[in-house]
Nanobody, 123 residues
Framework: QVQLVESGGGSVQAGGSLRLSCAAS????????MGWFRQAPGKEREGVAV???????TYADSVKGRFTISQDNAKKTLYLQMNSLKPEDTAMYYC?????????????????WGQGTQVTVSS
């Protein structure tokens, strides 16, 4: 069964850091691309960052220089290190997997989704 389980969310003050984790089953970790998306209240879900099997990455402009996506193949885990957090980063963060390479952050390319973990940044 395909499973993606996020963890690491929480509440932090602006300027702080959090690291999100996404534990993937062996099946989903054979996907070609993994990514993080987020959805703030009243807004559409948006892409944050993606990483391909060759470890190439793409970031949304809003998080470049602050967030880092990485993966640990041995642990079958995807990470999102978030630094210099801002109140506008407040959202539910979702881990996702795609069966194809990612050349950009395109939500419709992702067929596997986790349940999400909440990140709240206060000013």
């Amino acid at each position: 069964q395909v499973q993606l389980v996020e963890s690491g969310g929480g509440s932090v003050q602006a300027g702080g850091s959090l690291r999100l984790s996404c534990a993937a089953s062996a099946f989903t970790y054979s996907t070609w691309c993994m990514g993080w998306f987020r959805q703030a209240p009243g807004k559409e879900r948006e892409g944050v960052a993606v990483i391909n099997r060759d470890r190439s990455t793409t970031y949304a402009d809003s998080v470049k220089g602050r967030f880092t996506i990485s993966q640990d193949n041995a642990k079958k885990t995807l990470y999102l290190q978030m630094n210099s957090l801002k109140p506008e980063d407040t959202a539910m963060y979702y881990c996702a997997g795609s069966g194809s390479l990612c050349y950009d952050i395109v939500e419709r390319d992702f067929g596997y989704w986790g349940q999400g973990t909440q990140v709240t940044v206060s000013s």
